[in-house]
């Protein structure tokens, strides 16, 4: 974060990787809106960015125009527009932005504000991992699979812009859900604000045909990187089914917004999602025994 005077903050992010859809108009989508929200979990608006792209040789530069334009469209959404960016050869496929927002220094949302009584929302349904992964292993059908990726491509701008417009001391901690999995993000903020989070699986909203997969055993290798890591950390009830690990620790790829919002609040800025035709969902409670700490019940 760079302070720029009347009270205005620049915010900069980067991220990009290898196609997670066959798709190239949507993996670029994709991979846009996931560089994207960054600036959106800090309550910044984007305002410039930059293509990144590795693209092999081998490949018909129509792929590569076909995913700039995915980009390209997924930027402009936002507001925001592309002002170059870097290319190169690669044996793989990927792509990504730099982005630069624009945040009000009293706006300013981060992971580590978290307070006990807040309300857990998320704005996005889980595993976006169990289902990538099924379509790579002939599991899925791409029609199947295509909620999933309109999730992913999802902007998560409109619930940022509720967020911002929230009243003063309404939202607490904001962070978006990617690659660590729901534990191991929701183990950032619960670490970061020296709180714990519990939350309840049941309210978990999941994508549709991630839990018949999870069932059958379909998750990507980060799901148990990440459960090998912050497991540690997490208590789950033991009347849960085996298969909701594979959804807790599920890496998402642009995944929707945890956010700890104070509870006298909570009610009000439901509806505000409501009114917008913007999901949300509550999943959980802030807590104040064992900072640090996950329970999931």
Known sequence: MLRMGDGQALVATTDFFAPVVDDPYWFGA????????????????????????????????????????????????????????????????????????????????????????????????????????????????????????????????????????????????????????LMGHGREMAEQSGVSLRIEFSKIPLLPHSQELAEQGVAPGGADRNKDYYGQWVHRASSLPDWSDLALYDPQTSGGLLIAVAADHAADLLNEFTDADEPVWEIGRVQSAKPGRIEVN
């Open 30 to 181: 994709i991979a846009a809106a996931n560089a994207l929200s960054d600036i959106y979990a800090m309550g910044g608006q984007p305002t410039l960015a930059l293509n990144l792209a590795g693209f092999p040789k081998t490949l018909d530069m129509q792929i590569l125009n076909d995913i700039l334009r995915g980009g390209a469209e997924k930027v402009r959404e936002a507001g925001a527009v592309i002002a170059g960016g870097h290319s190169t050869y690669d044996d793989e496929p990927k792509y990504g932005l730099a982005v630069i927002g624009m945040v009000a220094e009293d706006k300013i949302f981060t992971n580590g504000g978290a307070r006990p009584g807040d309300t857990l929302f998320l704005t996005k349904p889980i595993g976006t991992g169990i289902i990538t992964t099924a379509l790579k292993q002939g599991k899925l059908a791409e029609e199947e699979a295509q909620p999933a990726v309109e999730s992913m491509a999802r902007l998560n701008g409109g619930a940022a812009r509720i967020l911002r417009e929230s009243p003063e001391n309404t939202v607490h901690a904001v962070t978006d859900i990617t690659g660590f999995s």
